[in-house]
């Protein structure tokens, strides 16, 4: 049997998610709540050319939202996803400096500095 998948923000995260409008905010709840259940789609993907990171991504109005993740599958009882934090996307491209923060804040996560 698979552990439950369980979701966590962080401190960036949550501070991205407060400012965002209900309708996106609701939107990632029902992407969160698919992947949550193992139903995973465009909404949740891996990224290119990246060390395991993963993103959820809302498309409102012509806005595009990211929010960075990684899994951590350390967990007896359960898997976690970790939202590491959000960016309104501007561009087709990542910027880069967005996706090395994502990777220092899972650096942090993963050598017990972030809670």
């Given at each position: 049997m698979q552990k439950p998948i369980?979701?966590?923000l962080l401190k960036l995260a949550e501070e991205f998610f407060d400012e965002l409008d209900e309708p996106?905010?609701?939107?990632?709840?029902?992407?969160?709540r698919k992947t949550k259940e193992r139903i995973?789609?465009?909404?949740?993907?891996?990224?290119?050319?990246?060390s395991d990171l993963f993103e959820f991504k809302v498309d409102y109005n012509g806005k595009f939202y990211r929010l960075f993740s990684f899994w951590d599958s350390r967990g007896e009882t359960h898997t976690l996803i970790v939202c590491?934090?959000?960016?309104?996307k501007?561009?087709?491209?990542t910027p880069k400096s967005e996706i090395e923060k994502a990777l220092k804040i899972k650096?942090?996560?993963?050598m017990g500095l972030l809670i």
């Open positions: 369980e979701i966590a996106v905010r609701k939107k990632f709840f029902h992407s969160m995973f789609g465009d909404w949740f993907t891996k990224m290119t050319d990246t590491t934090h959000g960016i309104l501007k561009t087709n491209k650096e942090d996560y993963f």
